[in-house]
């Protein structure tokens, strides 16, 4: 298996999406707590400024995108540049299905280990990535099923 370097657009693309989907919901739902009981959100919340469920994905999603370039960079030595500055707003197109969003948070998941196993994020990112992952994965298994089905109740 080798480690496929991620596009920073796709990335954020994603985070924009997520950010969307939870300013179009009504009240808080519960992935949004989930994510707010991980340990980064507690730590972060705790010694820091009060950070919107929106930005604190978008922070997971970069590190996340961070970490893929530093995997890339130690299976490869390709002496890739990891460009800080960056604007997380610079996309106009936002448009990401759900299916699209699945695979790119899932291509991120694997891509942040080399092929020797080793993981260049911290385990607290890991645990909301995975997060973000199973709720992608959740609204890809039951895209298809009817509201009245069994698996949806």
Same mark, same amino acid.
């Not at 590190?63 to 995997?71: E, I, R, T």
């Not at 991120?108 to 990535?129: H, K, M, P, S």
């Not at 973000?132 to 099923?145: A, P, Q, R, S």
């Given at each position: @298996?080798?480690?496929? #370097?991620?596009? %920073? ?5 994603? /985070?924009?999406?997520?950010? +969307? ?18 340990? @980064?959100?507690?730590? #972060?919340?705790? %010694? ?5 469920? /929106?930005?604190?994905?978008? +922070? ?64 607290d990112w890991v645990e909301v990535l995975d997060l973000i992952y199973k709720y992608f994965k959740m609204v890809d298994e ?12």
């Amino acid at each position: @298996m080798s480690v496929l #370097l991620k596009n %920073y657009e796709d990335v954020n693309k994603l /985070g924009l999406k997520i950010c +969307r989907e939870i300013n179009t919901s009504v009240g808080e739902t519960h992935w949004e707590m989930t994510l707010k009981e991980t340990k @980064m959100y507690k730590s #972060l919340t705790e %010694y820091g400024p009060k950070v919107s469920t /929106g930005e604190f994905v978008r +922070r997971a999603l970069w590190y996340s995108w961070v970490a893929n370039k530093v995997a890339y960079e130690m299976q490869y030595r390709q002496n890739i540049a990891i460009d800080f500055d960056k604007d997380h707003t610079d996309i106009y197109n936002d448009d990401m299905s759900d299916e699209e969003a699945y695979n790119v948070v899932g291509s991120l998941r694997y891509n942040i280990y080399t092929n020797a196993g080793n993981c260049f994020l911290q385990d607290d990112w890991v645990e909301v990535l995975d997060l973000i992952y199973k709720y992608f994965k959740m609204v890809d298994e039951y895209k298809d099923k009817p509201l009245d089905s069994e698996l949806v109740k």
